[in-house]
């Protein structure tokens, strides 16, 4: 993968820096222009730690003037996110009031919409877009396993065995994915659609990595998990459903019928085994867990009403 196309001025700063190697001047780094080109920014110096890029030297990954930049620009990007919570439950009774919690939820319904209205156009946008988190999917949490006690990391593992897909390379979630953008047609090369993603995609693929990078901020990244597993089954089968009507190939309708069953079972680890056990052990971390919970529930409305206002336009 190639950087990104900038989208302003920090971003063509920090990429241009990144490209050539010369990164003393980012000291003076001018202020992003917009939140896309701050988002875009920390996407770009988050991808180092993941899979870098062809154009950037990999010594760069920890260059001081690099994770400074990416160190203000996270310490923004959390603010903004903790200035979006609403109260959390009372920390009693954790398992059942985080269901709760999920489940009175309610906003808007991308799955729903491609269930019986979307065109195969605007799933395959979708499908685009989703290409940003799928294609390194459940990476950002196993960077939190060596933050862990043993009892949530066995658990964490578990999870994690079964979305690698239990060592056999040609069932990761991640594998199965690319099978059906190939067969959609579609490019199934990390990081092709970047120049793509919107605002909401970019917000919600650096939470991920903020809190997998941070150990501090290890509750929040399981509570992410815990509720986008919590979400995942039901909409899962709505996504099956209506690439079926579209006439989708049966290997991009399979992706999906996986995370049916799948995540089903996830939910009950993630929350109850995991965030739970996590919580009987440091209980100072309740909040932490809901904070990655109401993130994850919230980046994704405001990806849906951004695509289903965009649609409907």
């Not at 939140?35 to 988050?46: R, V």
């Not at 990595?209 to 995942?232: D, K, V």
């Not at 049966?250 to 739970?276: K, N, P, W």
Request: net charge negative; with cysteine.
């Amino acid at each position: 993968m190639l950087t990104p196309e900038s989208r302003g001025s920090l971003s063509e700063a920090v990429l241009g820096a990144m490209r050539s190697g010369e990164t003393s001047h980012l000291a003076e780094a001018p202020p992003s222009d917009t939140a896309e080109d701050a988002q875009l920014t920390l996407w770009a110096l988050y991808e180092q730690h993941y899979r870098g890029f062809e154009d950037v030297a990999g010594e760069l990954e920890w260059d001081p003037q690099l994770i400074g930049v990416r160190r203000g620009l996270e310490q923004e990007f959390e603010r903004t996110l903790r200035a979006r919570m609403p109260e959390v439950p009372e920390p009693d009774g954790f398992a059942e009031k985080f269901f709760d919690f999920v489940a009175d939820h309610d906003g808007p319904s991308l799955a729903a919409h491609v269930h019986r209205k979307a065109t195969e156009e605007q799933v395959r946008e979708l499908l685009r877009h989703r290409t940003i988190y799928h294609l390194k999917e459940a990476d950002h949490t196993t960077w939190v396993i060596p933050r862990l006690s043993d009892r949530v990391k066995a658990a964490v593992m578990e999870l994690q065995f079964d979305e690698y897909g239990g060592g056999d390379p040609n069932l990761l979630h991640a594998h199965l994915f690319i099978r059906g953008l190939q067969d959609s047609g579609l490019n199934s090369e990390y990081g092709a659609y970047i120049n793509e993603a919107p605002l909401e995609v970019l917000e919600e693929n650096n939470a991920m990595s903020l809190f997998g990078l941070n150990r501090r901020l290890r509750a929040a990244s399981l509570g992410f998990l815990a509720a986008f597993e919590a979400t995942s089954s039901g909409p899962s089968r709505r996504m099956a459903q209506g690439l079926k009507r579209l006439g989708f190939p049966e290997s991009m309708i399979e992706y999906y019928t996986e995370h049916v069953e799948a995540d089903a079972v996830h939910e009950q680890l993630a929350v109850r085994t995991i965030c739970g056990a996590l919580l009987e052990e440091e209980p100072d971390l309740h909040d932490d867990v809901y904070f990655g919970a109401w993130t994850s529930l919230d980046l994704e409305d405001r990806y849906a009403e951004r695509m289903l206002k965009q649609w409907a336009a």
